[in-house]
C-alpha cells in the first residue's frame, strides 16, 4: 500500500498534468482567431497595402540570453552527475533545485522512458541511472 508521500506525489503530478491540459484547452479559442489575422496580415503585405519598413510598435522585443535548456538534457546531467540509482521523485527534487525548474513528475517519467527507448538511461528497480556511451552501444 502507497504511503501517504507517495499518494500525494501522484495527486500533485495528476494536478500539474490537468493544469496544463486545461490551459491548453483555454488557449484553443484564441489560436484560430490568430491565424486568421496572420493570413490576413499576410494578404496585405502581399497586396502593397502594409507601410514598408515600419516594425509595429507593439511587437515583441527580440529575445535575448541563453536558450533555455530541454527537460530531457537536464535530466541526464542530474543522472550522470549523481552516478546513482536515483527515484523519479529525487530526479524531480534536483531539477526544482539545481535549475529552479517545476517538472511535472509524469513529464518526468515520460522523458525517462523515451531516454530507456533511446539507450540513455535504464531503470535499476525503483530508480534510473545514466547509461555510458559504451553501455548504449
Not at 484560430?32 to 497586396?47: M, N, P, Q, S
Not at 522512458?113 to 552501444?137: I, S
Amino acid at each position: 500500500m502507497a504511503n501517504t508521500y507517495e499518494f500525494l506525489l501522484r495527486r500533485k503530478a495528476d494536478l500539474e498534468v490537468r493544469m496544463i491540459e486545461a490551459q491548453r484547452r483555454a488557449q484553443e479559442p484564441f489560436e484560430g482567431e490568430l491565424k486568421a489575422i496572420g493570413v490576413a496580415l499576410g494578404a496585405l503585405e502581399r497586396a502593397g497595402l502594409a507601410a514598408p519598413g515600419e516594425p509595429a510598435t507593439f511587437a515583441a522585443p527580440a529575445r535575448r540570453g541563453r536558450k533555455p535548456r530541454a527537460a530531457r538534457d537536464m535530466i541526464l546531467m542530474v543522472l550522470g552527475r549523481e552516478g546513482a540509482v536515483m527515484t523519479v521523485p529525487e530526479i524531480v527534487r534536483q531539477l526544482e533545485r539545481r535549475w529552479n525548474r517545476a517538472l511535472p513528475l509524469a513529464a518526468v517519467l515520460l522523458e525517462l522512458q523515451g531516454l530507456e527507448t533511446d539507450h540513455r538511461a535504464r531503470r535499476d528497480g525503483a530508480g534510473w541511472t545514466a547509461l555510458d556511451e559504451e553501455e548504449a552501444a
